[in-house]
């Protein structure tokens, strides 16, 4: 730990430092830190207007994993659920988010039906600029703002590395400001820097009280001694309740509605982080961590039943919240939240006494120091758990790889669209096709083609239709036709 905020690399696999732990205790004095408040503030204050001369009302955050995960945590926990739906004077005139997260047509027109485009701000977060499905995402931003006769150039912003595909894009056609993020940060552990700062302060979060927080963690998360340090006695505890193998799911149940995200935040950090085939010498392991959870006491009502009478194959971590956030009696001298807690303590017990395995963390409200604070605790984490099983916890082979296969499929469409509009008039199911375009090792990849296409003949422009029909004998078979 020591040598990671040294500066030594710590990703030898891509042969980078990991910088985030020391990055953000220098951020908010930097120019950097500056330019996004001066932003956020210029699109606030409308001095910044949009290009019909509007004051921006909205924003709409283009990024995938670390780049959306962590500020729709912030997001959640900070301003709750119905932000957008406060008027602007109770917004204080910050902006109402949304989040483009995945390249699903359906949740991209979701967040566009919302959105009036002439006040509407697109931040994309790429680090290399090629993600694709933020890049998707920004191609259909900029068709839509076309069609609607705006000038997207007036409407978008960028954060990526300097240099990028993305960085090269903004500058070449004037967006309105880039901010560059460093090479030495990875997604998952962004949260604290650039990437979380622009959509938190264009919401009016107050970023500096949440880098505070996570600083103030960092200081005690640097103490060797082990029973004082909260982020080593975490790791400690998911290597034992594991066998150091993995052996136990990770289940996080903050008792916050709040805090809702929480556990599908730290399913990136954690699982991308520990799940990993190879160690840092080359050996098999197989290793991770399996991370799922929801909120209490909603969990009493579903998933909790298993934990408590069913397999032994997890810890548990509850998260309290001690502050109730209004006044609400039930009965005299007893609120509202006292239920919530009851319902904790009382599953706490059971599971105790069952020889389950129970964390407990206590804090006074869901607010910005607290949330940094959290963030920090579970990165550094992480971070002396990799290094327990001697693992590089700041690369990803798994997704690269995934990410390369799935090019071969886009690739393999590619090449389909001149052999099946030499098919028009050819019916037959997906081994005859297979056969017929001598794609027999390729059949699974042919089956999903032919289903997309046939499910969007009125949705692409091809030289050719594909249709199908349901056969009780052969299953589906497909048509080709002009």
């Not at 790889?401 to 001149?418: F, P, T």
Request: charged content about 20%.
């Amino acid at each position: 730990m020591q040598k990671i905020e040294r500066g030594e690399i710590k990703n030898p696999d891509e042969n980078r430092k990991v910088t985030h732990f020391t990055d953000r205790s220098v951020y908010t004095g930097s120019e950097e830190f500056q330019q996004v408040e001066s932003f956020a503030e210029a699109i606030r204050s409308g001095t910044l207007k949009s290009s019909t001369g509007k004051k921006f009302e909205a924003a709409l955050i283009n990024g995938i994993g670390g780049s959306a995960l962590g500020p729709q945590l912030l997001q959640m926990a900070i301003n709750g659920p119905y932000w957008n739906e406060l008027s602007d004077v109770k917004r204080r005139g910050y902006l109402k988010i949304y989040f483009l997260d995945n390249t699903d047509t359906a949740g991209a027109n979701d967040a566009l039906q919302v959105c009036n485009l002439e006040t509407t701000l697109v931040v994309n977060i790429s680090k290399s600029g090629g993600t694709q499905e933020t890049k998707n995402n920004m191609i259909l931003c900029m068709h839509e703002y076309e069609k609607a006769g705006l000038d997207f150039s007036k409407h978008a912003c960028a954060i990526t590395m300097k240099n990028s595909e993305l960085d090269k894009l903004a500058r070449q056609n004037n967006w309105l400001q880039v901010f560059e993020m460093a090479d030495s940060i990875g997604g998952r552990t962004s949260e604290t820097s650039i990437v979380g700062h622009l959509p938190a302060a264009l919401a009016g979060i107050d970023f500096k009280t949440f880098l505070q927080g996570a600083c103030h963690m960092d200081k005690l998360t640097r103490n060797p001694q082990l029973v004082h340090n909260p982020s080593y006695m975490l790791a400690a505890m998911w290597y034992i309740a594991g066998n150091g193998k993995g052996d136990k799911n990770m289940v996080i149940v903050p008792y916050s509605d709040r805090l809702i995200l929480m556990s599908r935040y730290l399913q990136q950090l954690v699982m991308e982080s520990l799940g990993k085939e190879l160690d840092l010498d080359g050996k098999t392991v197989h290793q991770g961590l399996n991370v799922f959870g929801n909120k209490g006491g909603t969990d009493a009502h579903a998933f909790i039943q298993q934990l408590n009478d069913g397999r032994n194959d997890f810890f548990i971590t509850f998260i309290e919240i001690l502050q109730d956030s209004k006044k609400v009696d039930i009965s005299k001298g007893i609120g509202m939240g006292d239920y919530l807690h009851g319902f904790m303590t009382g599953l706490s017990n059971a599971l105790r006494n069952k020889g389950r395995n129970v964390i407990e963390m206590r804090l006074d409200a869901v607010n910005e120091f607290n949330v940094g604070m959290l963030i920090a605790l579970y990165e550094r984490a992480v971070a002396a758990y990799a290094e327990l099983i001697h693992i590089n916890a700041f690369h990803q082979p798994g997704v690269q790889a995934y990410k390369l296969a799935s090019k071969g499929v886009i690739q393999l469409l590619s090449n389909l669209e001149v052999q099946l509009a030499n098919c028009i008039g050819f019916s037959g199911t997906v081994p005859e096709f297979a056969a017929k375009l001598n794609l027999t090792e390729q059949e699974y990849e042919l089956d999903g083609i032919l289903a997309k296409l046939a499910a969007n003949a009125d949705k692409r422009d091809l030289d050719f239709k594909v249709s199908r029909s349901w056969n009780a004998d052969k299953g589906w078979v497909y048509t080709i036709s002009k």
